[in-house]
């Protein structure tokens, strides 16, 4: 595939929300570093994917939606969780496996969960959550709540039943649901042309009579307009799916040898990364300067030594409570 | 009261249900225009509309996903698969996102949905509409599975799992649909099993369809006869009992052999009851094959009573 240039020209957002859009993806990048780094100290174990490189799509959505909206997610979605509200502490204890964790050490990584946040997942079965998606907002919808349902997932999941019968539902009811596709070009290994015969995300919503929009990615500016026009839509007229044009920089797992693409493909996209990219045209129209954007990154970093620090001193939950979330407690 | 069907019964359930909780509807294939597969659920789209007696394409998979996401949104959906055979097609979303959630979540997530479908043989379906495949589903920890086998049971225990916190599974035995029986006003549970007829000689040990065969071999037998109603989380407090008084056990499961309930239901009372044995327990399962569509072969699959009364003779041998 052609790697398209890197996102140039004017942002037009407010000058503070074009920071904050910055401070947000600095913040999932210094996080997710650090877990690169406790995972080879064996602080953290199991699988572990990373995020990086694509930020922008978390970062630019997230803020586009309201505080009693749903989110649901994927393994993937360390910075979603963040960036929803989940606190970087509850974060990093989870994937210590410690209780004090957002899921009290019982899901780790792929299975961050926050009641208060409407962040119900942390979904590691692959088109897990879309089903799930369409039934949140059948209840808001019968319920008469305002909120929309916002459902992350990675192009992967197209190919799944669960893709095709979630679009069929969320049509045919008219549900309020953003289905969010994070398209970064691989299936873990398995390249987006050598997996579906038809390789135009948009155009298989689009065959159940779904309205689409699709959006570079890698430019937060973009993808948070995009997500404001797509919030707003479920809001009002029914389900939208759109497709996120980014791409993955690390390994799908800590697992990964990487053979089934190059080197040269990762650098190229590199180019394109979100928070370089970003903190370039800020800069040049003047809305950033070399020391805010220190100040933001400084408290970036500021955040993770604070979370460690939080997930160190965090406790094991005692093997004698292992059963007590089986069923609900009468 | 007067004697009642086991569908009406399961028909008064799911309107009582409907007609109490303004948070309840049902969905499936079928559940509304074309008045349920099994009409269980006829009439009933005419008295609540499309949005509470909602009918679904042939998505299991799809619909019993979003019956989890209504009811983690705060609605007490009752999902209808078909039968036991199509809930396959919804597996995923019952094992590894109802069943999980809670517990991966640390607490935070209860899944209060319940999801009801056809189980079982006897009516020459053949195999792709027959099996029992219950017992399975008592495999995985975080689901409750009811098997009502009584009309009280067809009529109580759907309000019994709507008021539960977690997923339950319905399994309903069209082999008894037209079987007929008295309501009683007692409250309808979904914790325990029960005897249903005292005796002395053997402890058979049984649950849905069979029940009614298990009840007919006892009679020859002076059995005691014990429905386990619930098979997960099972109750063997009264099996335990039983057995202390009449020494010998006969499981009868309509499951296939090998890894099935019944061999659970076995260890079990070896477990807690092996000195009290005076001969091993037995059982009485399906044959190790796909239902057959011919009437002979089908009874022949089928644990059936003089099976029964044969096992029990076996231990008196």
Redesign the interface.
């Known amino acids: 595939m052609k790697v398209p240039p890197p996102p140039s020209g004017k942002v037009g957002l407010p000058a503070e929300l074009s920071l904050a859009l910055l401070a947000d993806m600095l913040r999932i990048r210094r996080m997710e570093e650090k877990c690169a780094e406790l995972y080879s100290e064996g602080k953290i174990r199991g699988f572990l994917h990373l995020y990086i490189g694509e930020e922008a799509v978390a970062a630019g959505a997230m803020r586009a939606l309201a505080p009693e909206d749903?989110v649901i997610a994927t393994y993937r979605e360390h910075g979603h969780a963040l960036l929803r509200g989940v606190s970087m502490d509850a974060i990093m204890a989870e994937m210590y496996g410690k209780r004090e964790?957002?899921?009290?050490?019982?899901?780790g990584s792929m299975?961050l969960?926050?009641?208060a946040a409407r962040f119900?997942?942390?979904?590691a079965?692959v088109g897990?959550g879309?089903?799930?998606?369409?039934?949140?907002?059948?209840?808001?919808k019968?319920?008469k709540d305002k909120r929309v349902?916002a459902c992350f997932f990675g192009e992967g999941a197209v190919a799944e039943?669960?893709f095709h019968?979630?679009m069929?539902?969320a049509q045919?009811w008219q549900l309020p649901v953003a289905y969010l596709c994070e398209n970064n070009l691989y299936a873990m290994g398995t390249a987006l042309e050598r997996s579906e015969s038809q390789t135009d995300l948009c155009a298989k919503a689009a065959s159940y009579g779904m309205a689409t929009l699709k959006v570079d990615g890698m430019d937060v500016a973009a993808v948070h307009e995009t997500a404001q026009r797509a919030r707003e839509y479920a809001a009002k007229k029914g389900p939208i799916f759109v497709e996120l044009q980014t791409y993955r920089f690390r390994a799908h797992s800590m697992f990964d040898p990487e053979l089934y693409r190059d080197k040269a493909e990762i650098e190229q996209w590199k180019t394109r990364g979100p928070i370089h990219t970003f903190t370039a045209r800020l800069k040049a129209q003047k809305q950033l300067t070399e020391e805010r954007f220190l100040e933001l990154d400084g408290a970036a970093q500021a955040e993770v030594d604070k979370a460690v620090a939080f997930a160190e001193a965090g406790t094991w939950e005692p093997a004698e409570d292992l059963?007590?979330?089986?069923?609900?407690p009468a | 009261m007067s004697a009642i069907s086991y569908r009406e019964a399961l028909r008064l359930a799911l309107d009582e249900a409907l007609a109490k909780d303004e948070r309840v509807f049902l969905m499936g294939e079928d559940v509304g225009k074309y008045g349920g597969t099994y009409a269980v659920s006829k009439g009933l789209l005419e008295k609540y509309g499309p949005e509470r007696v909602r009918d679904t394409p042939l998505s299991e998979l799809g619909f019993v996903g979003a019956g989890i996401g209504a009811a983690l949104g705060g609605m007490r959906p009752i999902v209808e698969v078909m039968t036991v055979n199509f809930s396959l097609l919804a597996l995923d979303q019952i094992v590894n996102t109802a069943a999980l959630l809670r517990h991966m979540s640390g607490g935070q997530f209860s899944v209060p949905l319940v999801v009801r479908m056809a189980t079982g043989a006897g009516r020459q379906l053949a195999a792709q509409h027959s099996h029992s495949l219950e017992g399975w589903y008592g495999h995985i920890p975080g689901i409750k599975i009811v098997a009502p086998a009584t009309v009280g049971d067809a009529r109580g225990m759907l309000g019994a799992a709507l008021a539960d916190p977690d997923p339950v599974l319905v399994f309903e035995y069209p082999a008894l649909f037209e079987t007929k029986g008295e309501l009683s006003a007692e409250a309808i549970d979904i914790a325990s099993s029960k005897v249903r007829r005292q005796g002395s000689k053997v402890t058979l040990v049984t649950y849905g369809g069979c029940l009614p065969k298990a009840l007919k071999a006892a009679e020859e037998v002076d059995g005691e006869v014990i429905d386990l109603r619930v098979l997960r989380p099972l109750d063997l407090a009264p099996v335990i009992e039983s057995v202390k008084k009449t020494r010998r056990a006969v499981v009868v499961d309509e499951g296939w052999r090998s890894g099935g309930l019944a061999a659970e239901v076995m260890a079990r009372i070896m477990e807690q009851a092996f000195y009290e044995l005076d001969a091993p327990v037995a059982r009485v399962c399906s044959e190790e094959v796909p239902m057959p569509y011919a009437k002979h072969l089908e009874e022949a699959a089928l644990p059936q009573p003089e099976k029964i009364v044969a096992a029990v003779k076996g231990l008196y041998a």
């Open positions: 749903n964790g957002c899921s009290g050490g019982r899901g299975h969960f926050d009641a119900y997942g942390g979904n079965i897990g879309l089903p799930l998606a369409a039934g949140l907002a059948l209840a808001a019968l319920q349902t039943g669960a019968e979630s069929n539902l045919l059963t007590k979330d089986v069923y609900t």
